[in-house]
């Protein structure tokens, strides 16, 4: 196994692996059953896939950071004939992913190998998604352009017409990182609808954790109303008015 790369075998089922890297738990596969979704922000996102179209309807989804592929997997599972692009910029590690975890030949899966700016510009441009996920962290850390509004709406305008961008924030204590990338999407497109769905005490800076952030135009209803029931719990959404007090109330 490469330097910094290791897979740990599950001891909650006997197909699941966890990918680390450098020692930081990164993404989580169940080979017999990819809908089964481990770390919380992942099931939250699963959320958002899960009602952004009926169920099983085939979508499009560009995901800006691989990892081992988890929601790839899971939207070929739970959405047959979907349309993927997998953007990961560390060859080495699609390699690894690939050759330990196969990904099935008609899961209608593309890896493209490339900087998550380079790929939003080189991707044809008439193409649009359903979805686009954006999680790029490198050691624990996000790259510094993630909360450039210049690179948000690169990705907003990969949106179709009632598109979803989904950004996965992993954050410190008083909610630093959310507040960056939520007014980052704000400053991209002023009229874009923003939801954020996290624990309770994460969304109030009480404590570091994982915060997801849904973008559109707008949020659909059935959408906030999943990540509201779905879980996991404990879970706490935020949008409007109390969004922006939390966001801006600073400013």
Do not use: K
Not at 38 to 57: C, K, L, Q, S, T
Not at 220 to 243: I, K, W
Request: include cysteine; proline fraction near 7%.
């Amino acid at each position: 196994m490469a330097p910094g790369i290791e897979f740990e075998r599950d001891v909650f089922s006997s197909r699941g692996w966890t990918l680390l890297v450098d020692g930081a738990a990164q993404s989580h596969v169940d080979a017999d059953d990819p809908t089964r979704l481990f770390f919380e922000y992942v099931r939250r996102i699963g959320n958002v896939v899960d009602a952004v179209a009926d169920p099983g309807a085939p979508i499009s989804v560009l995901h800006l950071g691989g990892g081992a592929m988890s929601l790839a997997r899971y939207v070929a599972a739970t959405r047959p004939d979907s349309r993927q692009v997998v953007v990961e910029a560390d060859g080495r590690l699609v390699a690894l992913v690939t050759e330990r975890l196969p990904i099935p030949v008609d899961a209608g899966i593309s890896i493209l190998v490339a900087d998550a700016r380079d790929a939003l510009a080189r991707l044809a441009p008439d193409l649009r998604f359903d979805l686009v996920i954006v999680d790029l962290y490198a050691r624990l850390e996000a790259p510094a352009f993630v909360d450039d509004p210049t690179f948000l709406g690169a990705c907003l305008e990969r949106l179709d017409a009632r598109g979803l961008l989904v950004v996965n924030v992993a954050d410190a204590a008083g909610g630093p990182r959310l507040a960056a990338q939520a007014r980052g999407i704000a400053r991209a497109d002023p009229s874009i609808e923003v939801v954020v769905a996290g624990p309770p005490s994460v969304l109030a800076g009480a404590e570091e954790g994982n915060a997801v952030i849904v973008a559109g135009h707008p949020v659909a209803r059935r959408v906030v109303e999943r990540l509201r029931e779905a879980g996991p719990f404990p879970a706490e959404l935020l949008e409007g008015s109390r969004l922006d007090v939390v966001l801006w109330g600073a400013c």
